[in-house]
């Protein structure tokens, strides 16, 4: 059974650990993911973005792949299923097609119709009991053909849409998506802190936490972020075990070419990058 993310960060707020956000972008990746969650005793954030869930038929397909999913293999951990920096449009579908979690992306908005959209997705969320993420200051990166160094929020915007009612919060801090540039000045640890005085309780989110350095991860969520999302990290993972693979030639012994051998290596460096992550962010145990 899918649960909304509300509980699990209020405990890892609470805790000083961090939630992993792991993005799925097929069955394989999803079900390393949710066999590792399980193996760890640790509670997961399945993150689908909206091109992912275009490439997968749609999100009541990843709804029902995922809810099955759970079924057959026995998870017991708490297990959300979340929007990835979803348009309004967007969390609509998913809201219709059983996810338990969205991300309203409504950063790109002037900060009047940010609120009146954040409002308006708050109190349907309370009605069907998912948890709702919104970002302020945009998170830097290529994301749908866009790339920009990170942008540090402003603390009192994110406060002010904290007060909305969502359950956790984005602040860019100079985070950015994809693999970090030579030049990456590092996260803003000021702005992290000024971010978390100000909402209080409320749970952060650090996006692009593929290439921080893990000090940094630790500074972080110290500071109050409660949830992480990897993704660019698993996808570098699981192309190097099946470039390796094929480049041995293996692909090309006995029935080697079978999809389910074929894929095999990179199922498991997903599943060991799963367990790195989980342990770094002190989740492990936490289900």
């Given at each position: 059974?899918?649960?909304?993310?509300?509980?699990?960060?209020?405990?890892?707020?609470e805790?000083?650990?961090?939630?992993?956000?792991?993005?799925?972008?097929?069955?394989?990746?999803?079900?390393?993911?949710?066999?590792?969650?399980?193996?760890?005793?640790?509670?997961?954030?399945?993150?689908?973005?909206?091109?992912?869930?275009?490439?997968?038929?749609?999100?009541?397909?990843?709804?029902?792949?995922?809810?099955?999913?759970?079924?057959?293999?026995?998870?017991?951990?708490?297990?959300?299923?979340?929007?990835?920096?979803?348009?309004?449009?967007?969390?609509?579908?998913?809201?219709?097609?059983?996810?338990?979690?969205?991300?309203?992306?409504?950063?790109?908005?002037?900060?009047?119709?940010?609120?009146?959209?954040?409002?308006?997705?708050?109190?349907?969320?309370?009605?069907?009991?998912?948890?709702?993420?919104?970002?302020?200051?945009?998170?830097?990166?290529?994301?749908?053909?866009?790339?920009?160094?990170?942008?540090?929020?402003?603390?009192?915007?994110?406060?002010?849409?904290?007060?909305?009612?969502?359950?956790m919060?984005?602040?860019?801090?100079?985070?950015?998506?994809?693999?970090?540039?030579?030049?990456?000045?590092?996260?803003?640890?000021?702005?992290?802190?000024?971010?978390?005085?100000?909402?209080?309780?409320?749970p952060?989110?650090?996006?692009?936490?593929?290439?921080?350095?893990?000090?940094?991860?630790?500074?972080?969520?110290?500071?109050?972020?409660s949830?992480?999302?990897?993704?660019?990290?698993?996808q570098?993972a699981?192309?190097?075990?099946?470039?390796?693979?094929?480049?041995?030639?293996?692909d090309?012994?006995?029935?080697?070419f079978?999809?389910?051998?074929?894929?095999?290596?990179?199922?498991?460096?997903?599943?060991?990058?799963?367990?790195?992550?989980?342990?770094?962010?002190?989740?492990?145990?936490?289900?």
């Open positions: 059974m899918l649960v909304s993310a509300k509980e699990m960060l209020i405990k890892a707020k805790g000083h650990y961090a939630v992993g956000q792991f993005n799925i972008n097929n069955l394989e990746w999803t079900k390393a993911i949710l066999q590792t969650a399980q193996e760890m005793n640790s509670p997961v954030i399945l993150g689908v973005s909206e091109g992912a869930g275009k490439y997968m038929c749609g999100f009541k397909t990843v709804a029902d792949m995922v809810k099955a999913m759970i079924d057959e293999l026995k998870i017991t951990v708490p297990v959300a299923l979340h929007l990835d920096h979803g348009t309004y449009e967007a969390c609509y579908k998913c809201i219709d097609a059983g996810f338990s979690s969205i991300m309203f992306d409504g950063s790109h908005y002037p900060i009047e119709e940010n609120v009146a959209k954040t409002k308006e997705l708050v109190k349907v969320c309370e009605e069907k009991g998912m948890s709702l993420e919104a970002e302020v200051g945009s998170i830097g990166g290529e994301e749908d053909g866009v790339v920009g160094m990170g942008e540090c929020a402003d603390p009192n915007e994110c406060k002010m849409i904290a007060d909305l009612g969502v359950n919060l984005a602040a860019g801090i100079g985070n950015i998506h994809g693999k970090y540039p030579a030049n990456w000045p590092g996260l803003s640890f000021e702005t992290l802190a000024a971010v978390s005085e100000k909402v209080g309780k409320m952060l989110v650090l996006h692009g936490g593929t290439g921080i350095p893990a000090d940094m991860i630790q500074k972080a969520i110290s500071l109050g972020v949830k992480i999302n990897v993704n660019t990290e698993c570098l699981f192309a190097a075990a099946t470039r390796s693979y094929v480049e041995a030639g293996k090309l012994e006995g029935k080697g079978d999809p389910r051998k074929l894929l095999a290596p990179g199922v498991e460096a997903i599943k060991a990058t799963v367990r790195e992550k989980m342990e770094l962010f002190g989740s492990v145990n936490k289900a």
